[in-house]
């Protein structure tokens, strides 16, 4: 079984940086990882994901530039770094592991999920 943990979020003003981290108990190094995100009275979406090894990474377009996932298997942990935040990223950020190892866009293809983290993008 697997746990994961969000840590980072916060308040921070447009154009600013946050790096949200991503905590897993159980070995993850298999596992595919993903950053979703979900907005006030909107669907969860598709961020980030980084496959096992960290070779490839996916970017939603949105934030293709200014974000980057990437993951430290010797710590099991998760890490997105978000750059030039706009007001349109506020939202719970929550991360995901899938151990069939497809670093999908899909978030029902992701059998864990931590408890989400808040970001709040404002001035």
């Known amino acids: 079984q697997v746990q994961l943990v969000e840590s980072g979020g916060g308040l921070v003003q447009p154009g600013g940086s946050l790096r949200l981290s991503c905590a897993a108990s159980?070995?993850?190094?298999?596992?595919?990882m993903g950053w979703f995100r979900q907005a006030p009275g909107k669907a969860r979406e598709f961020v980030a994901a980084?496959?096992?090894?960290?070779?490839?990474?996916y970017y939603a377009d949105s934030v293709r530039g200014r974000f980057t996932i990437s993951r430290d298997n010797a710590k099991n942990t998760l890490s997105l770094q978000m750059n030039s935040l706009k007001p349109e990223d506020t939202a719970v950020y929550y991360c995901?592991?899938?151990?069939?190892?497809?670093?999908?866009?899909?978030?029902?293809?992701?059998?864990?999920w931590g408890q989400g983290t808040q970001v709040t993008v404002s001035s």
């Open positions: 995901a592991a899938d151990r069939l190892g497809r670093a999908s866009r899909t978030f029902n293809e992701y059998e864990y």
């Open positions: 159980g070995r993850i190094s298999s596992y595919s």
């Open positions: 980084i496959t096992w090894s960290g070779g490839v990474t």
